[in-house]
């Protein structure tokens, strides 16, 4: 528990990227989210604005920066599928909140951290989408958490690549 | 008030955030008038657009992804090219692994020829299906998804730009994939029949029970909203019904995989359907464009010629019914010999001056070649005369002219006697002879 909570500075600053970080990486994100299930059919496990998403809440320690990032990318996503505007918006704000929330308060360089986060925050992101479409619009909805599951875990495999690679890219000082 | 905003500006920033998206949902998604929804509290509706154009922010969406994709998708053979031909220079410097560079990009050819030889059987076969097919179609290319687990969308090459509209049917070769949703200028958004939001109007083949196809959770198309039926069987052929205005009829959607009860009405099911075309792994495509009939060269030939020959088909009838019409009026009238007598014959003027209309005539059966004593109707005129011998002749003068005259009612009564004369066994056969000729 010791080893989780922040205790150098080190450990607490705020990570920071070059302006076309910001910008290239959620587009490739958006881009391959989009392109990929082409090559990978129903195996498609993954939301790749989501990983996006929490990586930088989580790195820039900003909960503004977080939810912004997460309504921005989310509804973007939104835009791409032929449902109501806002679905993945909502769905995405919740989690950049709550990613930034906990870097904050904890070590987030841990890889199995990394791995449970992304776990976490991708089943989060399913149920906020439920609950949205079913008590919120009322739309008859039905889900399969099997796949939900899965593509949590797809997005916590993921992460476990693609956080690394990333933070290859922050600004030093 | 200041400190105020500053302490809890994290989280008013994400109730401000939230309360936007909320609101734009709410503006979206309508729910139904309960008269129009049949019943209270019936599922709300997603009313995006009203068919004549597309959210803007959806547009955005849109034009930032899609050229990326469309990109990818075209310049896949060049970068794939381009790694080839890195690694092979790379390697031509190693003049120790030459042999084994040269055999590696010999697979690697083989395989992409082998890729070439499939997408070109591929569009082979969707050329020859759309020459074939009477509807105007437009060939296209798959670049990409919406991403989206819950979102069962495609994005094809072709846009308003190339005619493109929304609710155009979208099928392959194998079956239908889905139809036209949001038209881009150079893109368009194509929901497919897996998704829960989509319906298709459809029919079983053999039991042609009608229903409604749409998605479920596990991305598989679905027959919703029919009774409980045995005869439904897995394997059983699914087509298009027509009857939505967007998919011609009878084209193949898929085969019936399972049945299964609908878990929210017991005497409904849901009859899980295998979609004929794979929307899992789509690469072409074709919009059908119009749904008036388009037919080639050779097809216009056959329908010319058909429509000829049936023309001169019924020319030929009417001309056989005017030469039967001009027959019938030169020649006189074939008359029945053994048809009753002229009406005039017929007619009886009554007690009170008035003619009575004529008995009916009972058919009489033909005069048989060697009456024996069975033949009905002759025993009773030999009862008088020769009823000992037991043979029946017939009577010339009554047989001849084939006119009706009624048995009397004692030579009946005789006849009834032959039949059962057990006195008379010397001509009495063992069994009836007659009861074939009595009609």
Redesign the interface.
């Known amino acids: 528990m010791q080893a989780l909570i922040p205790d150098y500075r080190r450990d607490l600053e705020i990570r920071r990227y070059p302006i076309y970080v910001y910008v290239l990486v959620p587009l490739v994100a958006l881009v391959l989210q989009a392109w990929l299930p082409r090559l990978l059919g129903r195996f498609a496990y993954m939301d790749l604005p989501l990983l996006v998403t929490v990586y930088f809440a989580l790195n820039r320690r900003s909960p503004v920066h977080g939810t912004l990032l997460g309504m921005v990318l989310g509804v973007a996503e939104d835009g791409l599928t032929q449902g109501a505007i806002g679905i993945h918006g909502i769905a995405n704000t919740i989690c950049g909140f709550l990613a930034a929330s906990i870097g904050i308060r904890i070590v987030v360089e841990n890889n199995l951290i990394r791995m449970v986060l992304n776990f976490a925050f991708t089943l989060l992101s399913s149920a906020t989408m439920l609950f949205i479409m079913r008590a919120l619009l009322g739309l008859g909805w039905q889900t399969n958490w099997l796949d939900e599951v899965l593509r949590a875990s797809g997005n916590a495999a993921i992460g476990l690549v693609l956080f690394p690679l990333l933070d290859r890219t922050q600004m030093r000082d | 008030m200041e400190s105020f905003f500053s302490r809890y500006?994290?989280l008013i920033?994400?109730l401000a955030?939230?309360l936007a998206?909320?609101i734009?949902?709410a503006v979206?998604?309508r729910?139904p008038l309960v008269a129009a929804a049949g019943a209270a509290g019936g599922?709300?509706v997603?009313q995006?657009k009203d068919g004549r154009g597309v959210?803007l922010?959806?547009l955005?969406?849109?034009s930032?992804?899609t050229p990326?994709?469309r990109a990818?998708h075209g310049s896949g053979e060049g970068l794939n090219g381009w790694w080839n031909e890195y690694v092979d220079l790379r390697h031509v410097k190693d003049q120790n692994k030459d042999l084994q560079q040269t055999i590696d990009r010999l697979r690697l050819e083989q395989a992409e020829l082998r890729e070439d030889a499939l997408q070109g059987q591929r569009l082979q076969a969707l050329v020859k299906f759309r020459q074939n097919y009477i509807y105007q179609t437009l060939p296209a290319q798959?670049?990409?998804?919406?991403?989206?687990?819950?979102?069962h969308?495609i994005?094809i090459d072709r846009g308003a730009l190339d005619g493109l509209a929304p609710d155009m049917a979208v099928i392959t070769g194998d079956g239908i994939v889905g139809k036209v949703?949001?038209v881009f200028p150079h893109t368009a958004?194509v929901?497919m029949i897996n998704?829960?939001?989509s319906g298709a109007g459809v029919i079983l083949e053999t039991t042609r029970i009608r229903g409604i196809l749409r998605g479920?959770?596990?991305?598989q198309p679905q027959v919703i909203n029919i009774i409980a039926d045995q005869r439904i069987q897995p394997g059983e052929h699914v087509l298009t019904a027509g009857g939505d205005q967007i998919f011609p009829r009878g084209l193949p959607v898929g085969v019936v995989e399972k049945v299964q009860q609908d878990p929210e009405r017991g005497s409904f099911i849901n009859v899980i359907v295998k979609p004929a075309a794979d929307l899992?792994?789509?690469d072409e495509v074709l919009v059908v464009t119009s749904l008036d009939a388009h037919l080639s060269p050779q097809q216009q030939a056959d329908l010319q010629t058909s429509e000829e020959l049936k023309g001169a088909e019924a020319a030929a009838d009417a001309e056989r019914k005017k030469a039967a019409a001009e027959m019938e009026e030169r020649l006189p009238g074939l008359k029945d010999p053994n048809a009753p007598n002229a009406p005039a014959a017929a007619t009886v003027i009554g007690p009170d001056g008035k003619p009575v209309p004529a008995p009916p005539v009972t058919p009489k059966p033909l005069p048989a070649a060697h009456a024996d004593r069975f033949t009905p109707g002759v025993a009773g005129s030999n009862a008088t005369s020769g009823a000992d011998s037991g043979l029946d002749v017939p009577d010339a003068s009554t047989e001849g002219n084939g006119a009706a005259k009624p048995p009397a009612p004692k030579s009946q009564s005789n006849a009834g006697q032959v039949k059962s004369a057990p006195a008379k066994p010397q001509t009495t056969p063992k069994t009836p002879q007659f009861s074939g000729r009595v009609q």
């Open positions: 500006r994290n920033v994400l955030v939230l998206q909320v734009g949902l979206q998604v729910k599922p709300a997603h995006t959210l922010i959806r955005w969406a849109a930032l992804v990326f994709e990818i798959v670049i990409g998804t919406s991403g989206s687990r819950q979102s969308v994005y949703r949001d958004q929901l998704d829960q939001t479920n959770a596990g991305g899992q792994h789509l």
